[in-house]
């Protein structure tokens, strides 16, 4: 395949990825209105931590032990060899919503489709939670390691990954998901 050829696939496989991704993010968020954004963007948060509550036995004592966690409810990503992601989320403090964020990742490689998952990311110590806080962006893998949660053979969370400073679940329809990772992934706090 000539030069021209190659520039022209990968141009239109971008064009492709990012329309896929634009379908898969497009969601109800309650227009330009803040205060409706935050709702809805609460309301996802709650909706995905009862499902993950309800099919990973000990998440939630997990998730209660955590200094703070960061909900995206709906992470859509999408691709043809070039890819991307995004979606929007709260940091909870306690019972409180302390922020809205948007996580956004890119990647090139052998991947095809679109999907959309629910990422949590918990803070396990006072520090990781202030280092996060007081960024003005933060990407985990240079600014932050995640633990990816381990699930073990009886579906329960292993101890040596409660032990990290910040634990990251990735959950889709079918359930939670293992083996994956997001280094590179870049978090900014929204103007909500």
Not at 49 to 66: D, F, I, P
Not at 86 to 108: Q, W
């Amino acid at each position: 395949m000539n030069q021209a050829k190659r520039h022209f696939v990968l141009a239109a496989s971008s064009l492709a990825a990012l329309s896929l991704l634009s379908a898969c993010t497009t969601t109800s968020s309650g227009g330009g209105d803040p205060e409706a954004q935050r709702k809805a963007i609460d309301a996802g948060a709650d909706s995905a931590l009862a499902r993950l509550y309800s099919q990973q036995r000990g998440s939630k004592e997990l998730v209660e032990s955590a200094r703070g966690v960061l909900v995206f409810p709906s992470f859509g990503s999408a691709g043809f060899i070039v890819g991307g992601g995004s979606g929007r989320g709260v940091l909870r403090v306690g019972d409180k919503s302390d922020g809205y964020f948007r996580m956004t990742e890119a990647s090139v490689g052998l991947l095809a489709g679109a999907q959309s998952q629910a990422v949590f990311l918990l803070f396990m110590t006072d520090n990781a939670l202030n280092r996060f806080r007081n960024s003005s962006g933060w990407t985990i893998g240079a600014d932050a390691n995640v633990s990816m949660l381990t699930v073990g053979a009886n579906a329960q969370i292993t101890s040596q990954t409660a032990q990290q400073e910040v634990i990251g679940f990735v959950m889709t329809n079918s359930g939670l998901m293992g083996n994956i990772s997001l280094n590179g992934n870049r978090v900014t706090r929204l103007g909500l």
